[in-house]
């Protein structure tokens, strides 16, 4: 009689904990298949359509997003910029010859965005935060868009606190404070990039982190700019941006949003923050040829129509934070270059209009070697006066006004031969201010030493001494009074105010080295009344 066998025994399925494991497979397969269909769905790829220098136009891209970064073959990136019904248009951030028709193009699910963090402090990156220095992988924090919205209106604060440039002319005359705006203009190769390094320069024992944000400028240019930083142990506290006018219209573009957006994280953690974007006119340029490329309307000067808007969204998100919101600051030096000194052309019209007050420079007083060549009558700051120190508003209160009637004086003094003597008088101490307002370039001076020169100017201390000794015999002012009254510096450093008596050392200490270096008595009254070269 044959033996029968049970289901279980011929059926090992049967067996309860083999079934239940092959179940548990089946449901993590299903969900791995369901979890892959669903990343298909989400990362729907397109096809390029067509490619120009700098954008490119791609089909099927539904439900992409504006400002959406885009990854094409190459290890190219895009963002989507033109989102219309049936096609989307990209700008490129990098070299599209290997691009061709009918390539891939996939959404990454995410907008443009760089890293942030004081890691980057030291490091020369791109417009995407990627390193260009050799120094490996750039050390982040977190993650930012560079495309945010400027802080609200309460969310700022006045701006309170002088931000120190180290040039005269502008700490005294055109003072800027930190969270403010100011543009630096004028006609190529007249300097505008040397007052913004030395601004970067000046800030080495101020604790203001710096951003350095080249656009479109030649590659020896930048080079030279960061030696310039490196030498001189600035690197410690800034970081370089770099989008060279070789690099794509796209990484010019965005590269001053990124600089902003590692500016505001520094700000938001309560640092001080200064950025120089150098320079927008070549950022307008590049923006202008992407546009046209895209097929968007041309306006003005075949600029589009929101020039003036993108600007503005970047110098709008340049303040001084709420105590509540990190308390930090980001001060703006957008720099922009003329020409023919057109300051109402479109551009510079459009960020006089933006921004807080000018720096004006011109190849005139370059040429005659007024260096740096700021004019004064022309340059102005609408909100760092308020913050200037007690010390310089004591002693240059009146020398801008003074300073500019001397110049309009100077101009007409030419066509006439006889002049009053109070008429000589004014130009003589004219040009002797003329002259301890010169500097050379990344030679920076302390607010203390800038005191004592202009005071020294003020109070007649060079009035006879030959021009062409003034500025050696401000060097040894301002040598003296930083040697013999140490205390009385701490105190214009303090924000203390610049009382007679201080006044009155401070003269002292100056006539004194004066006197040491230039003689008194018969050489004095021989250089005031023309020596070898004379006043004049």
């Known amino acids: 009689m044959t033996k029968k066998t049970s289901h279980a025994q011929c059926c090992p399925i049967g067996d309860s904990s083999l079934a239940q494991g092959l179940r548990t497979s089946f449901e993590a397969m299903a969900k791995v298949l369901r979890e892959r269909e669903t990343g298909l769905v989400s990362r729907r790829v397109g096809k390029l359509a067509s490619i120009d220098h700098g954008v490119a136009r791609a089909l099927d891209l539904h439900g992409t997003r504006a400002e959406e970064l885009l990854e094409l073959p190459g290890n190219l990136y895009g963002m989507a910029y033109n989102v219309d019904e049936h096609e989307v248009g990209i700008i490129l951030f990098g070299d599209s010859e290997h691009l061709s028709a009918g390539d891939i193009v996939v959404p990454t699910g995410r907008v443009v965005s760089v890293p942030v963090g004081r890691g980057l402090l030291g490091r020369t990156v791109d417009a995407l935060g990627r390193p260009l220095d050799g120094l490996g992988a750039v050390r982040h924090e977190r993650i930012l868009p560079v495309e945010r919205s400027a802080p609200a209106i309460m ?23 930190r969270g403010q705006r100011e543009l630096i203009l004028g006609d190529r190769q007249t300097g505008k990039t040397t007052i913004a390094l030395d601004a970067i320069l000046n800030q080495a024992d101020s604790g203001v982190l710096c951003i350095y944000c080249a656009v479109g400028k030649r590659t020896s240019a930048v080079a030279k700019v960061i030696s310039e930083l490196a030498g001189r142990g600035a690197m410690d506290y800034t970081v370089v941006i770099v989008a060279t006018e070789e690099d794509a219209p796209g990484l010019q573009w965005i590269a001053p949003y990124a600089a902003a957006s590692m500016g505001e994280h520094l700000m938001a953690a309560g640092e001080d923050v200064l950025v120089v974007f150098d320079d927008l006119t070549r950022h307008a340029r590049a923006y202008r040829e992407l546009s046209l490329l895209l097929r968007r309307p041309p306006g003005r000067e075949a600029y589009p129509g929101d020039i003036f808007y993108i600007h503005s969204r970047l110098l709008e998100r340049s303040t001084h934070l709420a105590e509540d919101l990190g308390g930090g600051s980001l001060t703006a030096l957008p720099i922009i270059e003329t020409e023919a000194q057109q300051v109402s052309a479109y551009i510079p019209t459009n960020l006089i209009s933006i921004t807080d007050g000018q720096v004006l420079l011109t190849p005139e007083l370059f040429h005659k070697g007024i260096l740096p060549a700021v004019d004064v009558g022309r340059s102005v700051s609408r909100v760092g006066g308020k913050t200037q120190l007690p010390a310089y508003r004591a002693v240059a209160a009146d020398l801008r006004l003074a300073y500019s009637q001397f110049v309009e004086l100077e101009s007409f003094a030419r066509f006439g031969t006889r002049l009053d003597e109070e008429t000589k008088r004014k130009l003589a101490r004219g040009r002797r201010v003329r002259e301890v307002l010169k500097q050379m370039q ?23 001494v030959d021009v062409s000794r003034v500025q050696a015999a401000e060097k040894l002012v301002r040598k003296a009074v930083r040697e013999e009254l140490p205390e009385l510096c701490g105190a214009i450093l303090r924000g203390e105010k610049l009382e007679s008596e201080a006044r009155h050392r401070i003269r002292a200490v100056a006539e004194q080295a004066v006197s040491g270096k230039s003689g008194t008595g018969e050489e004095n009254s021989k250089n005031a009344n023309g020596g070898s070269r004379g006043v004049a």
């Open 155 to 177: 969310d700022r604060l006045p701006v309170t606190v002088p931000l120190q440039t180290g040039t005269k002319v502008v700490d005294a005359l055109i003072p800027i404070g």
């Open 442 to 464: 990344h030679t920076t001076l302390g607010v203390p030493e800038q005191i004592a020169a202009l005071l020294a100017v003020n109070e007649g201390v060079f009035d006879n």
